[in-house]
Structures are given as C-alpha cells and as structure tokens.
C-alpha cells in the first residue's frame, strides 16, 4: 500500500489547513502521525476502516475532523485554529485497526510539512 499525503503549507495562527492522504488500494484504519524538529513523532488522529469511529488527540480536540472517502481511497484532516505549535511534518499511515501508536502502523506515507507563523 502506497500513501501519498499533501495540503501541507504555510498559515497564519488562528487559520485552517486540509490535509490529504490518497491510498494505492483500499486500505485498512488510517491514522495522521506528526513530527515537530527535535521531538518524538506524536498521534494526531485516527479513523476506522469504514469511517465509523475517529479519534483526535487532546492537543488537538475541537479543533481536528478527520474523514475518509472510501470511494475513492482518500483521507482527510482538517484542522482549524491552528497554533504556532502546530508547525510539524504530518504523516499520513495505514494498519490493521484503529490506533494512536506507530508501531500499529504498518504504511506510511513521505510526509508534508505545515508551518504556523504567529
């Protein structure tokens, strides 16, 4: 399974970004990972094979949508209010079931970067 993530730009706080990630086949749970320079990969969100059950982190609860469109293999974040903290690489990533740790994950895609000017 290949995963190609984008949407990824710059914004100012207080703005929104969606993100994209398109999967080679029909995929399994699919959940966005991200990296911030210096620190650990972190969860963001998750959602179930067919769409039924999502979950968001604390750090970005009320704030984080995410969805799928099984038609067509794609998922979607959307985030809004975005902070300054929020600067990260985001990691799309497929496994077997609904997770919010990386090692659950058995794909991952390359990655695109969101910057969140002040």
């Known amino acids: 399974v290949q995963l190609q993530a984008s949407g990824g730009g710059m914004v100012q706080a207080g703005g929104s970004l969606r993100l994209s990630c398109a999967a080679s086949?029909?995929?399994?749970?699919m959940g966005w990972f991200r990296q911030a320079p210096g620190k650990e990969r972190e969860f963001v969100a998750a959602?179930?094979?067919?769409?039924?059950?999502?979950v968001c982190a604390d750090s970005v609860k009320g704030r984080c949508t995410i969805s799928r469109d099984n038609v067509n293999n794609i998922v979607y974040l959307q985030m809004n209010s975005l902070k300054p903290e929020d600067t990260a690489v985001y990691y799309c990533?497929?496994?077997?079931?609904?997770?919010?740790?990386?090692?659950?994950?058995?794909?991952w895609g390359q990655g695109t970067l969101v910057t969140v000017s002040s």
């Open positions: 990533a497929a496994g077997p079931r609904l997770a919010t740790n990386t090692p659950d994950y058995e794909y």
């Open positions: 086949a029909r995929t399994l749970a």
């Open positions: 959602i179930s094979r067919t769409g039924e059950y999502s």
